[in-house]
């Protein structure tokens, strides 16, 4: 893994993989990056949702604390996700992807 990248989380079911996202530092200190990948086709309904809980995870292990993630422009239920579980959040279209910025909540101690 390159220095940048902090970690990967998969998403899988039955050996294969569903939706993928990569966890990478910024230049800015306490913002963390990701690019929010799921595969096409008919995908088991919560598959959105645990890629986007897992991220999450991922980036407050890192005391992060804002979010930057690219995600499919049509896809709901992340976004839905990220809303539910971040404090602010705002969302803008860039092509086929759309870029979220999320302030991450502190998970509860």
Known sequence: ?????????RVQADGRV?????IRRT???GVVASAMHVESGHLPVGTGTRLVD?????????????LVATMPINDTEMLDRVRQRSGEV???AAGATKIVEARLVPAPR
């Open 54 to 66: 897992a991220v999450l995870e991922q980036a407050r292990l890192g005391e992060a604390e804002l």
């Open 27 to 29: 230049e800015v200190p």
């Open 90 to 92: 705002a969302a803008r």
């Open 18 to 22: 569903l939706a993928e996202a990569e």
């Open 1 to 9: 893994m390159p220095p940048s990248v902090l970690s990967v989380v």
